[in-house]
């Protein structure tokens, strides 16, 4: 196998939703910190694709959740990626013509 793709076999059995190979690399001492090429940790991944079984797996072996970049901003977090990535919500209301002074 590809040493660099062997490095990130964890990211993509999270990535394809396969959480019982993600168990098994878990438990065998797979890098849970490991940066993929679109610089995502195994957690960001799964967080962002929705695969909450998968995110649940990393964290009970050990992933952190805010491992950042020594390099990079602190906005490298799993936190805070994620919680730019998810829905923004409704639109605040406006305010109706009709109440205008």
Known sequence: M????????????IGA?????ALE?????????VWS??????????????????ARILLEAGAKPNVRRKQRLPTGSAIFYCSTRSSPGPEPPRPS???SA
């Open 2 to 13: 590809n040493p660099k793709r062997e490095r990130q076999a964890l990211a993509l059995a």
């Open 17 to 21: 939703q396969d959480n019982e190979l």
């Open 25 to 33: 690399l878990a438990s065998q001492g797979a890098d849970l910190e």
């Open 37 to 54: 090429d679109v610089e995502l940790t195994p957690l960001m991944l799964a967080v962002a694709s929705g695969n909450h079984e998968g």
């Open 97 to 99: 013509p009709w109440l």
